[in-house]
């Protein structure tokens, strides 16, 4: 069984009567405060960081289906404090070993109790309903952000974009529509704020909504019957957080949110293993092959038999622990996100034989990730699920990656409403009794459960880098992977498929990645997953000096230090090998070249071999994106490293202890 619990917690609590004192929660440095009370009957909380006020006077509560109000008319009747301090050790992910130290409280009101913790970096509370309330459907959440500032910016995705395919805006709050979180704010207090949420689990996603110039309430995503959540046996919320850090680097590094979600319930882990694959994906984004076959032009047909052999080999002699092949099941022909009961998900098309590739796979020691696509038709897909997964893990296979493309789930219900959520964590236990992880495309954004469930291990809800293969615009804007580590990043790992090497698209000429290798190359280390696709066909990669850093650069990480950042404009975020002593380096900018400085002051004592992969002097995204020019050299903690970037640029670097 995995020790989860490192060190031991030290918890003390104690019961205290709702006085002035008593309502506030004071973080363990002391710096940041939450007071929560109810002055003239309305429950409300404020938040205060040395010594400002940062969050003005917010509401709490609920409005019912049927009109009744819990958070009005009310007192804090009593409040529970308490305090924790443990350490506890990670599955996979940014940091091997994460500090749970926070000051708590829970205050008693008649109808609804609110459970607060604080942190030095940031704070979560959430809403308990007492037994005594029944079930309840609620209409309406009345919790509030209202900053004490109308001058702060947002970074923000629309919600009005399908599963949060969409750039950022940055604009002021007045100009916000209705907005997803992570919601991160560039505050003109010279802070910077995160808004989200933790354990998202049968509840309603949170969105946003701004009521004035400084305060957004939270808008819950509503059932298609305009009940947005139906309270029964699950008596919590999930944690509305807050991040609050001086340096943008900081939003990064906090690891508040895991901290809000509850330990591993996976006994034996030994089976969920972070990793890089490969896959029979790049080219048909490209429209160089079809995900359906055709017994007329069965050359057209991408998955077949012969070509996953070939992705195999290349993955088991370069150091890739995985090979995703899409469009391998029947169910593809005809237009599918009409018909999508038609896909099986244990029946493959004629030129792909599933007994011999998966043997041969298990052979070379390669993992097949196994694409299911279910046009959001959970119906179908939880008919089959048992006979899938159990057919996978008879081979010896731990990896499903989920599709769900169909803005409704079973043609009723939002991917992100309570309905969406309860599917998608059903799957994820599900697969869980089979060993598999779940690589969710078109899901929830995630919100920390893979703490709890550590096979739920990535996921899209993302604008990833399938867009640069046929996108009208032309494919990703250059300032984007610069923006993602600080909103979509800040919800958990992204499953966003770079690695281009070869830019040309016959296809969709219009249509290309637009960043240079070397900006492939940082992401590795910027954009996170315990996950990581280098997506392009394995001939893009024969030969070329710059794939050594993919064969190279690890998936799961010791340590997580974001060195220098603008939010939109550059981020250099270094990583130390999980288990090892190596640190990895990646440096990325927008559309800007751009030159910076480094401090080396991340490493430990001794000298260091440095391999760097960084643009030539003439790489431009736009011109010249392959050009890379390598180089070592050995250097030091004390050293300072130059880096010059190109046009929507980049440079990755190996530090390997002398």
């Known amino acids: 069984m995995r020790k989860a619990i490192i060190a031991a917690a030290i918890i003390a609590i104690v019961s205290s009567c709702a006085t002035p004192a008593g309502n506030t929660v004071t973080s363990p440095d002391g710096g940041l405060k939450v007071t929560v009370d109810a002055p003239d009957g309305v429950l409300q909380y404020t938040v205060v960081k040395d010594g400002d006020t940062i969050v003005a006077p917010s509401r709490l509560g609920f409005e019912l289906m049927g009109g009744n109000v819990l958070g009005i008319h009310t ?284 043997k041969y796979a298990a052979s070379k020691g390669v993992q097949m990730i196994i694409h299911n696509e279910t046009a959001a038709d959970t119906e179908n897909y939880f008919a089959q699920i048992d006979d899938a997964y159990a057919l996978y893990q008879s081979y010896g296979m731990h990896y499903v990656k989920t599709g769900n493309v169909n803005v409704l789930m079973d043609g009723r219900e939002a991917h992100d409403g309570q309905y969406g959520v309860n599917k998608l964590h059903w799957t994820v236990e599900k697969a869980a009794q089979y060993q598999i992880c779940i690589d969710e495309h078109e899901p929830c954004i995630p919100t920390g459960v893979c703490r709890t469930w550590p096979n739920l291990m990535t996921g899209e809800a993302i604008r990833g880098q399938e867009h640069d293969a046929w996108e009208v615009d032309g494919g990703n804007k250059p300032e984007h992977q610069t923006v993602v580590p600080f909103i979509r990043g800040l919800a958990g790992p992204m499953d966003y498929t770079f690695g281009t090497f070869d830019f040309s698209n016959p296809a969709n000429p219009q249509c290309r990645t637009r960043t240079t290798v070397a900006k492939q190359l940082a992401e590795y280390v910027v954009i996170y997953s315990p996950l990581q696709m280098a997506n392009d066909d394995p001939a893009a990669y024969e030969g070329v000096k710059a794939f050594d850093f993919i064969r190279d650069v690890p998936t799961d990480w010791e340590q997580t230090k974001v060195i220098d950042a603008v939010i939109g404009d550059y981020i250099v975020t270094a990583r130390q090998e999980r288990g090892g002593s190596d640190w990895f380096l990646g440096a990325i900018t927008d559309e800007n070249a751009r030159q910076l400085s480094v401090p080396l002051s991340f490493l430990g004592k001794g000298r260091w071999l440095a391999q760097i992969y960084a643009d030539a002097p003439d790489a431009s995204y736009e011109n010249n994106p392959t050009a890379v020019e390598y180089s070592e050299r050995e250097v030091s903690s004390k050293d300072v490293l130059d880096l010059r970037l190109a046009t929507s640029g980049g440079c990755a670097i190996r530090f390997i202890k002398r």
């Not at 940091?95 to 009101?109: L, M």
């Not at 009521?211 to 509305?240: C, E, F, H, I, M």
């Not at 099986?344 to 034989?353: E, H, L, V």
Request: glycine fraction near 6%.
């Open 75 to 358: 007192e804090v009747l009593e409040v529970t404090h308490s305090k924790a301090d443990e350490k506890w050790e990670t599955v996979w992910g940014e940091q091997r070993i994460i500090r749970d130290r926070h000051s708590g409280a829970v205050f008693h009101t008649a109808w609804l109790d609110i459970e607060v913790r604080v942190f030095d970096d940031g704070l979560g509370f959430r809403y308990i309903f007492p037994e005594s309330l029944g079930n309840i459907a609620i209409k309406d959440e009345l919790t509030e952000f209202r900053f004490t500032r109308a001058d702060h910016t947002a970074w923000w995705l629309p919600e009005s974009v399908p599963y949060y395919e969409s750039y950022a805006d940055h604009t002021t709050f007045d100009k916000i529509d209705c907005a997803h979180t992570p919601l991160t704010i560039t505050g003109a207090d010279g802070r910077f704020y995160t808004i989200h949420e933790a354990a998202l689990l049968d509840f309603a996603k949170m969105n946003l909504v701004p009521t004035d110039a400084q305060t957004l309430k939270a808008d819950l995503v509503k059932w298609s019957d305009g009940t947005a959540v139906y309270v029964s046996d699950t008596r919590v919320t999930p944690w509305r957080t807050l991040l609050v850090t001086d340096r943008a680097g900081g939003l990064v590094e906090s690891r508040v949110m895991l901290n809000l979600n509850e330990p591993c319930k996976i006994e034996d882990t030994s089976w969920i293993k972070p990793g890089k694959y490969i896959g029979i994906w790049w080219i048909l984004h490209k429209f160089l092959y079809t995900w359906y076959y055709d017994p007329a032009t069965p050359e057209g047909h991408g998955a077949t038999t012969e070509r996953t052999m070939r992705y195999i080999d290349f993955a088991a002699d370069n150091n890739i622990q995985g090979v995703l092949v899409e469009g391998w099941n029947l169910g593809w022909n005809g237009d599918w996100t009409r018909l999508p009961a038609a896909f099986s998900f244990t029946q493959a098309y004629p030129d792909y034989d599933f007994d011999k590739i998966m």
